[in-house]
């Protein structure tokens, strides 16, 4: 069954790095036209050029230009047809006592406020023409316990807006769901092992696989959940992570079986 994107128009907050480019290169891949936003204008427009797509730069978090850069781009390119939001931005694992105000609105306004206004945009005018997919970014973060006491329940939040965006516009042709990423080879994740924040090899070792994920295997989720292969599926929240939320409830039984395997030759 043929992808059906050929042609279509995809818009991608986020996309002139990480995941949302990796998206915008799968998408194209595909021979959709791709609109790349990104708070860095000069960024966006690289890599929109680089992928013969347009380029846009706005805050996602700010209402008022996102209902803006979506009129423009319908009114210049034509309807859009799948929407990613891909913008986001990290937090430190601190304890609340020292996790600031600033940096816990921040992460609530990209990723909620920011998800929320770019689908409430891009989704009303889809469900006024009756057809188009949204497909949102969740994490696994947001789906277990972990120290990221403003980033997890964003995303948790994204996970529910996903569900309640999906029944309000499936009945008028719009499907909308949501992708899980574990832990994605990034360039913030590379900042985060450069500086020792992070661990790669413990990272790697969270998950069933015993890898990270790379940003395409992460794109070709997205991909395939707003194209006409995923014709059924809506509301779904589809994690893409290696099988870190598969290991972790193993380490109460004193972690994965590590090892060669007890598989027998011939």
Known sequence: METGLAGRLVLITGGASGIGRATAEAFA????????????????????????GVSLAFDVGDETAVADAVARIEAGEGPIDVLVTCAGVLQKTLPPDELSWKEWDLVQRVHVRGTYACAREAGTAMARRGRGAIVTISSVAGLVSGPLHSYAPAKAAIAELTRTLAGEWGPRGVRVNAVAPGFTETPALARGFATGT?????????????????AREIADAIVFLASDRASAITGAVLPVDAGYLTAVPWSAYGGLRRGSGNGSEG
């Open 29 to 52: 891949a595909e021979g959709a036209r791709v609109a790349i936003a990104d708070r860095d204008g000069a960024a966006a427009e690289s890599a929109a050029s680089a992928l013969g």
């Open 198 to 214: 992070l661990d790669e090899d413990a990272l790697a070792a969270s998950a069933a696989l015993g890898r990270l994920v790379a």
